[in-house]
């Protein structure tokens, strides 16, 4: 008889630290949701519409800001009650693609934070990295020369006769070779 009292003594003690050591967590996520941030734009204007979900009163602030334009405005302790909405406006904001970050906290260190975009009129457009080369180029006024394509000298006494036969005093401007140039044995 001792043993088996022993025996369902230890089992009513150890079951509910059984069931502590295998149960399975708490969901982390089961405040996730109840609290939605959004902002829009119109013109000039930003709202901001903030919907509690959540049980308690939670406290949100947001700050959005353009990278390019340097731009910004937000806004803190904005407090929303349980189970209603918040709406708040920003009038006259510049032209520009925002980042806004946002946070809103809770009763019981919950709280709910994210990063969300948003663009207000037209930003201006990027500049195009890659122009269209000029196809047939102006002539140049000042005189320069421009030779495209594949220059072949025998040899630099080549290149020297060649240049003994141009009047360098007339020329005026300069002289750009694009393109390779190649040697060849000089020898004929």
């Keep these: 008889m001792k043993k088996s009292v ?27 949701g109840l609290v939605t941030f959004g902002i829009t734009a119109e013109e000039d204007v930003a709202t901001v519409k903030i919907v509690n979900d959540f049980n308690k009163r939670i406290t949100c602030a947001w700050n959005a800001s353009d990278a390019d334009t340097a731009e910004a405005f937000g806004a803190e302790n904005k407090k929303i009650n349980k189970g209603k909405e918040g709406e708040f406006t920003h009038a006259d904001v510049v032209d520009g693609t925002y980042d806004v970050d946002w946070s809103c906290t ?16 037209e930003p201006a457009p990027d500049p195009d990295p890659d122009p269209e080369p000029n196809p047939d180029p ?7 020369l421009d030779l495209s394509g594949s220059v072949n000298f025998g040899s630099l006494g080549d290149i020297i006769d060649a240049l003994d ?6 020329m005026n401007g300069s002289v750009d070779f694009v393109g390779s140039t190649g040697s060849g044995s000089g020898e004929e």
């Design 6 to 32: 022993r025996t369902a003594a230890t089992a009513m003690l150890a079951a509910p630290l059984a069931a502590a050591v295998f149960a399975a967590p708490a969901n982390a996520d089961e405040h996730e």
């Design 106 to 121: 809770g009763a019981g260190d919950k709280s709910w934070s994210g990063t969300e975009s948003l663009t207000v009129g």
């Design 165 to 170: 036969t141009v009047d360098l005093g007339s």
């Design 138 to 144: 102006e002539p140049n006024p000042d005189g320069s």
